[in-house]
């Protein structure tokens, strides 16, 4: 079964524009990690961010999270076409194992 | 380093024929995965080995799916008898000591 929902599940910005994605879990986690799939490079990890953690940041990329609310939020700033991709987050609720959500699908428009 | 590999990248078959995918790991990545991703969805994981030792398929459909890890390093995940609703792009991802997992480039597998 899916644990995480992303919203929006399709996204249509500007270049240069920024871009935020937003995931809801339903149970306890380790850690939530952000996965790009494009048909290029198929599936590549972007961030992980810890159960202890509230935000984190790798280069353009800012990830939020709250527990309490179990949601996460994926911001891409500064967007280029080659962002354009399907955007995963996926929980880690131990044993190693990841449960992915349905993805959000984000277009870049030059 | 080099990356996970998978073969076939493409695999069209007839229902209820029998389909065999491989993936070899990166060196050294102890715990390799298998999932399957139909389009629009995210990947859902069907099993998940540690060494050559399985530690999760409750999701994995038994009575025609079977996986093994030979010698704790490549991986093999067999359907058979396939069907139409097995049409779906099967992923193979490893993972080292860290915790992210990285992914082969897939099997696109078409069931007629």
């Known amino acids: 079964s899916q644990q995480g929902e992303e919203d929006p599940q399709a996204l249509s910005i500007q270049e240069g524009e920024n871009a935020t994605m937003n995931c809801s879990y339903k149970t306890s986690i380790n850690n939530l990690q952000w996965y790009r799939q494009n048909s290029g490079r198929g599936l590549v990890h972007l961030i992980l961010i810890r159960s202890n953690e509230r935000e984190k940041h790798s280069g353009r990329l800012r990830v939020t999270l709250d527990t309490s609310k179990k949601s996460s939020s994926l911001l891409i700033t500064a967007s280029r076409a080659a962002d354009t991709a399907s955007y995963f987050c996926a929980t880690n609720q131990g044993a190693q194992k990841l449960v992915f959500g349905q993805g959000t699908r984000l277009t870049i428009n030059p | 380093e080099a990356g996970v590999a998978q073969s076939p990248r493409y695999k069209i078959i007839e229902k209820r024929q029998s389909v065999a995918f491989w993936c070899n790991p990166i060196?050294?990545?102890?715990?390799l995965y298998w999932y399957q991703q139909i389009l629009g969805q995210g990947p859902k994981l069907l099993i998940q080995f540690q060494n050559n030792g399985v530690v999760d398929d409750s999701q994995l459909p038994k009575d025609r799916f079977s996986a093994e890890r030979l010698k704790g390093v490549d991986s093999t995940l067999k359907i058979q008898p396939a069907k139409l609703e097995d049409s779906a792009v099967y992923l193979c991802a490893t993972r080292g000591r860290s915790y992210e997992q990285y992914f082969g480039p897939g099997t696109r597998l078409t069931v007629t």
């Open positions: 060196s050294g990545h102890a715990t």
